[in-house]
């Protein structure tokens, strides 16, 4: 596989099973393959909201389970430079994202936070 793609997927993943999906996707690539990374981010306007609502539930710190009972972690830029470099990926890119979102009918402007990344297998002389 040359490429990989998770948007907002690795928060719905029960925390202990994280770095076992870094490294099948790190097998699963090519070298030279890339992975293209984002997800939420600590301290980001959903997480408050999740620590301020009725029907949510928090499970551990910094993971939650909504009403639905989908799962939403939010991921500091350590976890995922952790996560990566267990496994042996080259961090092209890892940054936090902030984002001004605007809700015309309530009028109101919200600041939101993800964490996007660009990871690269090397590639083995």
């Known amino acids: 596989?040359?490429?990989a793609l998770l948007i907002f997927?690795?928060?719905a993943i029960i925390p202990t099973n994280m770095q076992n999906v870094f490294?099948?996707?790190y097998q699963s690539l090519k070298p030279g393959g890339y992975l293209f990374f984002r997800d939420y981010c600590e301290d980001d306007l959903a997480q408050q909201r999740f620590e301020n609502s009725q029907g949510q539930k928090k499970l551990d710190e910094k993971f939650?389970?909504?009403v639905s009972g989908t799962l939403a972690y939010y991921f500091s830029l350590d976890e995922i430079r952790t996560f990566?470099?267990?496994v042996g990926f080259e961090i092209v890119q890892l940054e936090q994202v902030c984002k001004q979102v605007e809700n015309k009918?309530?009028?109101i402007i919200m600041q939101r936070k993800f964490i996007q990344?660009?990871?690269r297998k090397p590639i083995i002389n």
Do not use: C, F, G, Q
């Open 84 to 86: 990566a470099n267990t």
């Open 1 to 3: 596989m040359d490429h």
């Open 64 to 66: 939650y389970v909504r």
């Open 105 to 107: 009918k309530l009028e």
């Open 9 to 11: 997927v690795l928060s």
């Open 117 to 119: 990344a660009k990871l």
């Open 23 to 25: 490294s099948t996707i």
